[in-house]
């Protein structure tokens, strides 16, 4: 029994051992995406943000265990989040469709979570650290990053429409980013 139970919990965060990213978390990805899509604030054209993709911390990410990605893509999905949460964005997007994208994003959130943190059974969790000596961490370069997405996209344009036609690219391209660290099998 012992040995059955060390086998689940170093499997734990497996991606395709989580049937929420097997059964879900495509569906609301995509959705996400379309959500954002139908969200244009003034079309634009292609805006350029100030700031640059990071795609070495992607890349960085896609060579990490399985558990190391949810970990980040849930990141992810916490630093969108915050960029909608914090910022106005009600003033310059659909209010109804912004609710609906953002509880979106967080069911994604709990969903990801679920499969590293394993809620109500930490001492899988505490398990899965001692056998693999690696726990989930915070990407602090990928928090930074956001940061300066807000400061030197939102904040100096005045949450200008704009603005929120870079922040709006920006995450439809994290999402389908980090929905890509995750194989489905």
Known sequence: MSIAFVLWSSNA???SGCPWVRNEYYKYSEEAIKLLQKM?????????????FPDKLYKRAANES????????????EEVANLFDNNHASLAL???????????????????????YIPH?????????????????????????FQRLSQEVLEQEKFSARSWEMIRSEAIMHIFHASQ?????
């Open 13 to 15: 965060a497996d991606a």
């Open 121 to 145: 059974q930490f001492k899988t969790y505490y398990f899965y650290i001692q056998i693999t000596n690696k726990k989930p961490r915070f990407n602090t370069k990928l928090h930074k990053y």
């Open 94 to 116: 659909d209010e109804v469709k912004l609710d609906h994208f953002l509880n979106m994003i967080h069911q994604q959130i709990d969903g990801l979570r679920s499969c590293v």
């Open 40 to 52: 244009v604030v003034q079309n634009m054209g292609d805006l350029e943000t100030p700031v640059a």
């Open 181 to 185: 660290l995750t194989p489905t099998e």
């Open 66 to 77: 399985a558990f190391f990605r949810l970990s980040f893509e849930a990141q992810v999905l």
